[in-house]
C-alpha cells in the first residue's frame, strides 16, 4: 500500500495523483474495495461514477484531487474533491463539435447511483457526492 491510499473497514481514501493516471487508479481501487465488501451489484455503477468523478475533477477542478469511498449503514458513498470550488464544469453548448464526447458526466453519475449532489468546502474546493442504498428504505 503506498501513501496515497488509506483503507479501514469501512472506507478507502485515495490522495489521486495530477495526471492521466488518476482515473483508473480511481477505478481499480473502486472495484476491489467493493469485491472485498462482497457488494458485486453496485461494482459497474460506483466504478463508472468514480471514473467521470475524477475525470471532471482532472479537466475541471484543481488540485489536489481525492477519492473516498465508504460503506455506510444501508448504502455507499462515494465523494470526490477536488480544490477549485466552482460547482460545474463549463456546460458544452449544443452543436459544439465536443458535445458528443463532453459534457454528461454528471447526468451519467446520476443515471447509476440512487442520489448525487455535490457540497462546496469553504476555502478548499468542493466534494461531488454519489450514493447507492444497499437495502431499501424503511417507510
Given at each position: 500500500?503506498t501513501d496515497r491510499v488509506?483503507?479501514?473497514?469501512?472506507?478507502?481514501r485515495?490522495?489521486?495523483?495530477?495526471?492521466?493516471t488518476a482515473?483508473?487508479i480511481?477505478?481499480?481501487?473502486?472495484?476491489?474495495?467493493?469485491?472485498?465488501?462482497q457488494?458485486?451489484?453496485l461494482?459497474d455503477?460506483?466504478?463508472?461514477?468514480?471514473?467521470?468523478l475524477?475525470?471532471?475533477?482532472?479537466l475541471?477542478?484543481r488540485?489536489?484531487?481525492g477519492?473516498?469511498?465508504?460503506r455506510t449503514?444501508?448504502g455507499?458513498?462515494l465523494?470526490?474533491?477536488d480544490?477549485?470550488?466552482?460547482?460545474s464544469?463549463?456546460?458544452?453548448e449544443?452543436?459544439?463539435?465536443?458535445?458528443?464526447e463532453?459534457?454528461?458526466g454528471l447526468?451519467i453519475v446520476?443515471?447509476v447511483?440512487d442520489?448525487t449532489?455535490c457540497?462546496?468546502i469553504?476555502?478548499?474546493g468542493?466534494t461531488v457526492v454519489?450514493?447507492?442504498?444497499?437495502?431499501p428504505?424503511t417507510?
Amino acid at each position: 500500500m503506498t501513501d496515497r491510499v488509506r483503507l479501514d473497514g469501512d472506507s478507502v481514501r485515495l490522495a489521486l495523483p495530477d495526471d492521466a493516471t488518476a482515473p483508473g487508479i480511481a477505478r481499480r481501487s473502486v472495484r476491489a474495495t467493493l469485491t472485498r465488501w462482497q457488494l458485486p451489484k453496485l461494482v459497474d455503477a460506483c466504478v463508472l461514477a468514480a471514473s467521470e468523478l475524477v475525470t471532471n475533477a482532472r479537466l475541471h477542478g484543481r488540485p489536489p484531487v481525492g477519492l473516498l469511498l465508504r460503506r455506510t449503514v444501508g448504502g455507499v458513498r462515494l465523494e470526490v474533491n477536488d480544490g477549485d470550488p466552482h460547482l460545474s464544469a463549463r456546460p458544452v453548448e449544443e452543436g459544439s463539435p465536443d458535445v458528443a464526447e463532453s459534457g454528461r458526466g454528471l447526468d451519467i453519475v446520476g443515471a447509476v447511483s440512487d442520489d448525487t449532489w455535490c457540497e462546496r468546502i469553504p476555502g478548499d474546493g468542493k466534494t461531488v457526492v454519489a450514493s447507492w442504498r444497499t437495502r431499501p428504505r424503511t417507510p
